[in-house]
């Protein structure tokens, strides 16, 4: 009886993030457009394991996960990302602080702060908010934070051990895909996956999850065979690659990049891209690395931008942090 409510409340949960529309094309006929898988409402159910699980964890005696935001400037798009994360974290009952700094700040005493919070018992995570401004080394900044407490998991030991499929903190954004698949019961074993998009912080652990072997000890390994594109693809041979996709995951930053012509039908579409265009009226809008309107068409799933992949990775930021939490309870 009880296997059998939770598996109709795995259903619902999975039915409500999904949802998929009618519309008519030129000749009048009927067509299933993809099912939009709902980012936003997926990282509200994720939040609420969280919560759950953090308020076990203090009821036994733990005190509650901590995490530090730093934050250098005045980018207006930077204090929003951050007021997000913090504000995700205290809904989940992490204990969270933004630490702001003038963009003058020198990267000396940066790392210096680092190294304080480091050493810091009472922390548990630590995030410096990126891009940080000309004249800071933005790789040697994230690698003085702690591997342990590398919540963005940007430091060069969970990078290394991301890639030999090792226990680690991986990057929020490349999390949040790799769990949006698995939890829309996406199938990557075999398939053929485009990455579009090589950074080091989000194409690159992508493309590492969605090739490893499932079977190794991180768990994350998803066994797709994976072929990466980039701004140096020639515009025909992404095209190339994209129609032979059973799945793409885009992280590019162009607005359209991804048109319906390069989307083999039933393909599922994963949008990490976002920018802030001014549409034909003025208005400034979010939009994504795909052509939405069109895409959606043709391929079998899509995620929306905004409401896709971003609270997503909100979502993983603060999973991190709780795994932070944890190890740091052993290691102490």
């Known amino acids: 009886m009880r296997q059998?409510?939770?598996?109709?409340?795995?259903?619902?949960?999975?039915?409500?993030?999904?949802?998929?529309?009618?519309?008519?094309?030129?000749?009048?006929?009927?067509?299933?457009?993809?099912?939009?898988?709902?980012?936003?409402?997926?990282?509200?159910?994720?939040?609420?394991?969280?919560k759950i699980k953090i308020h076990n964890w203090v009821n036994i005696g733990h005190r509650a996960p901590s995490l530090r935001c730093i934050i250098v400037g005045n980018d207006p798009a930077s204090h929003t990302y951050v007021r997000n994360k913090v504000r995700a974290a205290l809904e989940v009952g992490i204990e969270a602080e933004t630490i702001k700094y003038d963009e003058?700040?020198?990267?000396?005493?940066?790392?210096?702060?680092?190294e304080?919070?480091?050493?810091?018992?009472?922390?548990?995570?630590?995030?410096?908010?990126?891009?940080?401004?000309?004249?800071?080394?933005?790789?040697?900044?994230?690698?003085?934070?702690?591997?342990?407490?590398?919540?963005?998991?940007f430091h060069i030991t969970n990078v290394g051990q991301l890639s030999l499929d090792m226990p680690t903190i991986v990057p929020a954004t490349a999390l949040a895909v790799v769990e949006m698949l698995k939890r829309f019961k996406i199938e990557t074993y075999g398939r053929n996956a485009v990455v579009v998009g090589r950074s080091k912080n989000v194409g690159m652990p992508i493309a590492m999850m969605l090739h490893s072997d499932g079977n190794h000890d991180s768990r994350l390994g998803m066994d797709a065979t994976v072929t990466i594109c980039h701004r140096y693809t020639p515009p025909e041979q992404l095209e190339l690659h994209c129609r032979n996709a059973d799945i793409i995951v885009t992280a590019t930053g162009i607005p359209k990049l991804i048109k319906a012509n390069m989307i083999k039908p039933g393909a599922t579409v994963i949008d990490v891209g976002?920018?802030?265009?001014?549409?034909?009226?003025?208005?400034?809008?979010?939009?994504?690395?795909?052509?939405?309107?069109?895409?959606?068409?043709?391929?079998?799933?899509?995620?929306?931008?905004?409401?896709?992949?971003?609270?997503?990775?909100?979502?993983?930021l603060m999973h991190n942090t709780f795994q932070a939490a944890q190890k740091l309870r052993d290691i102490n």
Do not use: W
């Open 4 to 50: 059998s409510i939770c598996l109709r409340i795995v259903s619902t949960l999975v039915n409500t993030t999904m949802r998929s529309h009618t519309y008519f094309d030129s000749l009048g006929s009927a067509r299933i457009m993809a099912r939009v898988l709902d980012g936003k409402a997926l990282a509200r159910d994720i939040k609420d394991e969280l």
């Open 104 to 114: 003058t700040l020198s990267e000396e005493t940066l790392i210096s702060a680092i």
């Open 116 to 153: 304080s919070l480091n050493q810091d018992k009472n922390v548990d995570g630590i995030l410096v908010q990126l891009p940080l401004p000309n004249g800071i080394n933005e790789r040697k900044v994230c690698n003085t934070v702690a591997p342990e407490k590398d919540v963005d998991g």
């Open 274 to 316: 976002i920018t802030r265009i001014t549409d034909e009226q003025g208005k400034t809008k979010l939009v994504g690395d795909v052509d939405y309107d069109e895409v959606v068409k043709i391929a079998g799933a899509i995620t929306p931008v905004p409401g896709g992949v971003g609270p997503m990775t909100v979502a993983m």
